[in-house]
């Protein structure tokens, strides 16, 4: 029987054997199959997650890029106190304590749950995201078969996906990521189903929807995925033999992108008329954020980006390092199928297109690959699946061996990186931001506002504190300016000035002392606190 065959989950048709020898080979066959052990790793993969999501629930959200995470909860935080807003608070760089950015799709959803559940917020944050990228199995499955792959081969990338490194550690974080992408595998779900031309009006219709949620959650997720689609159309369809014939379609994958792409410019028109309210948030509207979001040529061309981001960030970490990327090259050289070659190569382009896309946000922040990672990992899987039945047919164990031996190395490469990190356990006692945070909660009250200096303008101890904030930023000049201007900033005195004491920050202590000279002072930790009881009630 051939490994295709074999892949696809069907059984050897034995004869003329007794019934115990027959039903002891099936059960032989059905075990050593690729099929089940593509089961037995997705269940693995799915296990190891989990595990490492319950190590972290107890502990706060600041155990890697915690200004991003504590920035979303601080949102939902608000949400819960004080309801559902479209121009949600985010109260970090003062009045009017509004600056969106995403629409608040996944902050939405965990308000809900905590308001359902009671459970506590931090906790809610992770099991959600956790929850999103677990949903991504069904589309990220359900689309690979439709691109022709064997049951077995879209098992492998399920379980390659759900135990790489990359994504065991940030479905397990208060962040937009897994639900972004969620959103963005179901909307290639449908887009396949467009470009192979068996698409009903409902396929465009939940290919639109899912489009739009994409766009408004992440539209760094999405936004390649929905440009390699629209050039897929214009590759497909506009042909000058059918151009006419097959207008329908055309018209119809150009309303469904456009329509989301509309949808996202009236969102961000609309955050950025709300930020300009804030004289700090009037400096993050997207046209002054170009560069920060795409980069420059010179960052594509870079080491930086080739070397140590796509390279030792993304295939050392999550897909196999000089391994994945020769099994790569080989799928797209080797396979048997040219409609398979085409597609390893397509998601090879998807995953490089998120860095040459949005080039300065991968290299600056390294939970961005996870819009990109999981292309490799799909592109590596395919390509497994296709050697094996190139180079080794009727030897499904072999199939089994590599497989078994890819997702294990993704259990061993966690250990490695992320798993020290998911270990670390924060206190008051170790760990600056909830000291402090925990003093200005017992020193303050509830409708207090308070600066902070030398936290730049992360939302880490507004969050935990509970506090409305002026965070000051290390950049700009608002460190002076709100001293002379404190209306600008803040509608009223602020409870509470603390200044973490580093080289930058230090030299504003004689400001601030002048500014408020019958304010208490004390040392908490590494930072000098001036208590001003004017603003307490």
């Known amino acids: 029987m051939s490994v295709n065959a074999q892949l696809r989950g ?60 504590t920035q979303t909860a601080l949102t939902v935080y608000y949400y819960i106190k004080e309801g559902i807003k479209l121009d949600y608070l985010t109260p970090v760089i003062g009045q009017n304590w509004a600056i969106p950015f995403e629409f608040p799709i996944y902050q939405i959803l965990v308000a809900a749950v905590v308001n359902v559940t009671h459970a506590p917020l931090d906790s809610a944050g992770r099991i959600v995201s956790w929850v ?33 490194p990359e994504y065991v550690f940030w479905s397990g974080t208060f962040m937009i990521e897994t639900t972004a992408l969620f959103f963005t595998l179901c909307f290639v779900f449908y887009a396949l189903r467009i470009l192979q031309k068996r698409a009903k009006t409902l396929d465009y219709l939940l290919g639109a929807l899912f489009l739009t949620l994409g766009l408004l959650q992440k539209v760094t997720t999405i936004l390649p995925v929905a440009m390699m689609f629209s050039l897929l159309v214009a590759v497909t369809y506009l042909r000058p033999a059918t151009i006419f014939r097959e207008w329908r379609p055309i018209a119809a994958s150009a309303a469904m992108v456009l329509l989301g792409v509309a949808l996202m410019y ?28 795409f980069g420059t040529l010179s960052q594509r061309l870079s ?30 050289v080797l396979a048997p199928q040219v409609r398979m070659r085409w597609t390893i190569a397509i998601a090879t382009l998807a995953g490089l297109s998120q860095f040459l896309i949005f080039t300065n946000l991968h290299i600056i922040h390294d939970y961005y690959q996870v819009s ?38 993704n259990f061993f490469g966690f250990g490695n990186t992320y798993a020290s990190v998911r270990r670390i356990q924060m206190t008051t006692s170790n760990t600056t931001t909830l000291n402090i945070s925990e003093f200005i909660k017992s020193a303050t009250a509830q409708d207090d506002v308070v600066v902070w200096y030398g936290f730049d303008w992360s939302s880490e101890v507004a969050y935990y504190s509970q506090r409305k904030s002026l965070t000051v930023p290390d ?34 202590l004689p400001l601030i002392r002048a500014k408020y000279p019958d304010a208490q002072v004390q040392d908490v930790g590494t930072c000098e606190v001036f208590l001003i009881r004017l603003a307490r009630p």
């Open 303 to 332: 080491s930086q980006l080739w070397s140590q981001v796509l390279y030792e960030r993304v295939f050392r970490g999550s897909v196999f390092g000089a391994t994945g990327a020769v099994a790569i090259l080989c799928g797209i």
């Open 10 to 69: 069907s059984e050897p048709v034995i004869a003329d054997e007794p019934a115990d020898n027959a039903a002891s080979s099936r059960r032989k066959s059905y075990v050593a199959s690729p099929f089940a052990v593509g089961l037995i790793l997705c269940a693995a993969a799915l296990a190891f997650s989990l595990y490492w999501l319950l190590q972290a629930l107890q502990q706060p959200i600041l155990e890697a890029h915690g200004f991003r995470q």
């Open 475 to 508: 950049w700009g000049n608002t460190n002076t300016d709100w001293l002379d201007h404190r209306e600008t900033y803040l509608d009223k005195e602020p409870a509470a000035v603390v200044v973490r004491k580093t080289a930058q920050t230090e030299r504003f």
């Open 132 to 164: 999103f990228m677990c949903l991504c199995c069904g589309p990220l499955y359900l689309s690979l078969r439709r691109l022709g792959a064997p049951a077995a081969t879209c098992l492998l990338c399920v379980a390659l996906v759900m135990g790489a």
């Open 372 to 409: 990109a990672t999981l292309y490799f990992l799909i592109a590596v899987g395919l390509s497994v699946g296709a050697l094996a039945e190139k180079f080794a047919p009727g030897r499904p164990l072999l199939f089994a061996l590599a497989a078994i031996a890819l997702v294990g190395a």
């Open 266 to 293: 009236v969102w961000t028109v609309h955050s950025d008329l709300v930020k300009t309210h804030n004289p700090i948030g009037a400096t993050m509207m997207s046209s002054k954020l170009l560069q920060w979001n």
